[in-house]
Structures are given as structure tokens and as C-alpha cells.
């Protein structure tokens, strides 16, 4: 199968992805095997990874341009402030998770992107404080 581009890399801004409403890119049996994972309710969000060092904000809006982004976390090493190559974005509705999910095993420069529904944060998550 083809994996689709979704640009060159980093600040390129001309991405290519599916349209919202495409209802399944070339990963569509990939969405059927998280069907039972996909929340009902909010946070609709995703996990970006195998992202490139130098990414930004800027590029993730890019390459979800056609969907209803609520907030992106791109997450850094405490020590260094260095990008980790993951993030995670947040969907306005259920369909726009869906539709982020046929971006797995797109092609983003020369780096495979790897797009999977986030493990939901606990609310009740006990640890020592910070």
C-alpha cells in the first residue's frame, strides 16, 4: 500500500492529507482495530510520534489544517527543553480524532508519522508532588 505525504518536514507548509470528511485514508482497517478505543466523550485527543527534533507548533497545524484542533502539547525533556519527536493533539469532536487517526504511517519528510488515540490521563492519578 502507498503511504501518503503529508509534507516535507518541518515549517513546509504545503501538507497533503485527507479531507475531514474522507471517512478513512490508506490506514482505514488501522482505525477499525482502535474502534473500541476511540473516547465517546472529550478529550478527543491523539498521539503524534516520530516527529523531526526541530518541529513546531506551526507544522502540526499544518498538517491537521482540515481538522478542528483544540490544543497541541508538544512535549520536551524537563533538563534540556529539547523536543522529544512526540506530541499530543487535542479534537474538537469524535470525527476529527477519527479522521487524524488515517494519518498513521503517513510519510512527514523523510520520517514515518506514527498517530495513535492518547491513553487517557487519570484523574485520579496519585503521585508525590512536584
Not at 56 to 74: E, H, M, P, T, W
Not at 91 to 112: I, K
Request: proline share 9%.
Amino acid at each position: 500500500s502507498r503511504r501518503q505525504d503529508v509534507g516535507r518536514g518541518p515549517q513546509d507548509q504545503h501538507y497533503q492529507g485527507p479531507p475531514p470528511s474522507s471517512g478513512g485514508g490508506p490506514q482505514r482497517d488501522r482505525i477499525g482495530s482502535n474502534r473500541d478505543r476511540i473516547p465517546n466523550e472529550p478529550p478527543f485527543t491523539v498521539f503524534v510520534g516520530n516527529l523531526p527534533p526541530n518541529t513546531i507548533q506551526g507544522d502540526l497545524d499544518g498538517i491537521f489544517q482540515q481538522l478542528n484542533v483544540k490544543s497541541i502539547r508538544l512535549v520536551r525533556d524537563r533538563e534540556t527543553d529539547d523536543f522529544k519527536g512526540y506530541c499530543y493533539v487535542e479534537f474538537g469532536a469524535r470525527e476529527d480524532l477519527v479522521n487524524a487517526l488515517t494519518f498513521d504511517n503517513a510519510m512527514y519528510g523523510d520520517r514515518v508519522l506514527r498517530v495513535d488515540v492518547a491513553e487517557q490521563r487519570r484523574k485520579d492519578q496519585s503521585g508525590p508532588p512536584r
